[in-house]
């Protein structure tokens, strides 16, 4: 009549602890969204000239893009001709190092960029290019 202790206690030693696991799993998570690069883009799609002597602009964090109907866009966002500077200074102090990439269309006119141009040097900004189309 004697009954054994440990009969009723089960040995829990087959089962496996996830939890290293899942910690390992959420410092990865949290590395590739830290490290990821996030690509900026105008708002809108043109057709860039192309270029023979073009190069790579690595340190491009402000993008105007000048449609063929020589709309201005910013972040997504159709912008004024007047507004381009003011954009430009704000998105500039945000990162000083930064440069302005045009992308402008092949039909857009050189009046247009002109003023993108001479707005974005009259906001602090000296680095500037033009877009090409990838070789």
Known sequence: MRRNKRAGTEDN???????????????????????????????????RPDASTSSKKENANILIA??????????????????????????????????VVIQ???ASTTETVTAVIDASRSAGVYDVSLATEDS
Request: aromatic share 6%.
């Open 66 to 99: 000048v449609t063929a109907t020589n709309e201005i866009w910013i972040d997504k966002r159709r912008v004024d001709k007047r507004a381009v500077r003011s954009i430009v200074e704000r998105m500039h102090a945000e990162n000083p190092k930064g440069a």
């Open 13 to 47: 030693s087959s089962e496996i602890d996830l939890t290293p696991m899942l910690d390992v799993v959420f410092i990865m998570l949290i590395f590739f969204i830290v490290t990821a690069s996030f690509i900026k883009e105008a708002g809108v799609e043109v057709n």
């Open 104 to 106: 402008a269309d092949k």
